[in-house]
């Protein structure tokens, strides 16, 4: 029967067991966890909006420069 793996973070070159943090701690974790997600989903939505202007723009000054 397989070994249950446990799981470990690391913070600062530093392992920890997550079965060993304080209920205050794992709450620190959730939240640095949920926000490095919604950076993640920001820089994508960026992204897409910075194309979005991009391809505007070009359509704008083509447009103007049509004769």
Do not use: C, W
Request: charge should be neutral; hydrophobic fraction near 35%; aromatic fraction near 6%.
């Amino acid at each position: 029967m397989a070994k249950d793996k446990k799981q470990t973070i690391t913070i600062d070159n530093k392992e920890y067991n997550t079965d060993d943090l304080k209920p205050e701690q794992v709450i620190y974790l959730n939240h640095i966890t949920d926000l490095d997600r919604k950076m993640s989903q920001l820089n994508f939505n960026l992204e897409q909006l910075k194309a979005g202007r991009d391809t505007f723009a070009r359509l704008l000054n083509d447009s103007l420069n049509i004769k």
